[in-house]
């Protein structure tokens, strides 16, 4: 394993030795590393040199930019030890035992990452802490992220995550074919119906339509670039308006036109990356990663010929769904002063610049993508065109409920898809659905 400070620039060592400031003795919380308020009677010097250990749970990392994030933050806190607990790779199997854990209050973990669609549910369900007064305490400033990010993490005016590293749905186009990517999903379907077949095309678009997550991502996107919301910001439903029904109408249009796959509606990521890399569309809908697969020399028929832009504009604009991490800490902790500390440094701009150079992981603030060592850890990371599209990134529906009112879109919207009812009938069933889950 390198060791991170040996890859440090200049910008960086001037970041580093103010966040050795901001974490030094003169900080009461950081050094005690616990909760407990009852005043003790320890004088200060004995609480300056308490050694505390906490855990910390994330998924399977191959990259090793965990091992490293753990071994900068304990050489600049001597006093705290980061145990790793490493989580299934499969995120549904780790958010059930986090539930089953903190519905018992169990203290074993103090940090853990959470995707984008946990914190409501969490922050609802009393699992985990809420970090506003630690923001303010150290003079975090949230706008130094990217606003979706933060508006994840946030339920009921608080905020209960910190954005540690993001991810947003891409447009892929054929550069041997489109000298400029539309910029509408009009201007979308008229070029996808014209260049079908150019250099060997068999479609024009490709996307997620298959009957699960996926394609709520791509429904979210629709709605959001036409001004639709599913659930706004009082977590009131409001899925029931002529926005959302012109998103849901325009995805509609796409997928029962002539220049998708006859079977779009069983497209996953896997079934639209393997046809895009195979050579077979001209545009395609994706994640980040896809501009890696895209390149692959041994095994992409496209590699060279990839451009990406921000995905196509509605009447409100363009709009990404938002992907990524956050980092929460266990309300039940019994070291939440460490917690928050770890917390800090991995987000913060030394952590995320760590996670970016080691693991490839896109910053959540916004400022790192101008460093050099961030832009030289992948093409991705230099291009305007991916930073726009963080800019304008939408979280999913911010409820505690999430995984119902996925639920209800993914059956309804199917039933849209195959053309079983219209997108105001869909409309109309999923505010009605949702508005009963919500009150139950």
């Known amino acids: 394993m390198k060791l991170w400070n040996k890859k440090v620039a200049g910008a960086t060592v001037l970041t580093m030795s103010l966040l050795l400031a901001a974490c030094s003795g003169d900080d009461e919380s950081t050094d005690t590393g616990n909760n407990d308020t009852d005043g003790g009677g320890d004088d200060g010097a004995s609480e300056e040199q308490e050694q505390v250990t906490i855990t910390y749970a994330a998924g399977v990392d191959v990259t090793g930019a965990t091992d490293i994030l753990i071994d900068e933050f304990e050489a600049q806190n001597p006093n705290i030890t980061v145990e790793y607990r490493e989580m299934p790779a499969d995120t549904g199997a780790s958010h059930d035992q986090y539930v089953t854990m903190f519905s018992s ?3 074993s973990i103090d940090v853990f990452d959470a995707d984008v669609i946990w914190p409501a549910e969490f922050a609802q369900g009393q699992y985990a802490l809420e970090l506003d007064r630690f923001i303010e305490e150290d003079g975090i400033n949230m706008d130094d992220y990217f606003p979706g990010t933060v508006q994840s993490g946030n339920f009921n005016g608080r905020q209960y995550a910190m954005p540690k590293f993001t991810d947003a749905g891409l447009l892929y186009y054929r550069t041997d074919i489109v000298e400029e990517p539309p910029t509408t999903w009009d201007e979308l379907m008229t070029m996808a119906g014209e260049l079908q077949g150019e250099a060997g095309t068999e479609f024009g678009y490709l996307m997620q ?20 919301q599913v659930v706004d ?69 496209v590699a060279g010929n990839v451009g990406f832009a921000t995905l196509p504009e509605g009447e409100a604009g363009s709009a990404a769904t938002l992907g990524g991490w956050m980092t929460m800490i266990n309300r039940y902790s019994e070291n939440q002063e460490a917690a ?3 917390v800090k440094f991995m987000t913060g701009v030394e952590g995320q610049t760590i996670s970016a150079v080691e693991g490839g992981r896109a910053p959540t603030i916004e400022a790192l993508y101008d460093e050099p060592e961030v832009q030289d850890a992948a093409a991705l990371f230099a291009n305007e065109q991916f930073v726009e599209t963080l800019q304008n990134a939408v979280p999913r529906p911010v409820t505690p409920i999430y995984p119902r009112i996925s639920d209800i879109m993914q059956v309804q919207l199917s039933q849209a898809l195959a053309g079983e009812i219209t997108a105001e009938e869909a409309a109309a069933n999923m505010q009605e659905e949702m508005e009963a889950a919500m009150a139950e």
């Open 340 to 342: 928050w500390e770890f």
């Open 209 to 228: 339509a298959n009957q699960y997550e996926g394609m709520v991502t791509n429904t979210i996107e629709f709605i959001a670039s036409h001004g639709g």
């Open 233 to 301: 910001e009082n977590n009131e439903v409001v899925v029931n308006s002529p926005e959302t029904i012109a998103g849901i109408q325009t995805m509609i249009d796409i997928v029962n036109s002539d220049f998708v796959p006859s079977n779009i509606l069983s497209f996953q990521e896997t079934e639209t990356n393997n046809a895009w890399v195979g050579g077979q569309a001209v545009f395609a809908r994706n994640w980040p990663y896809m501009q890696s697969t895209s390149n692959d020399e041994e095994a992409s028929e």
């Open 105 to 107: 209050q169990d203290a």
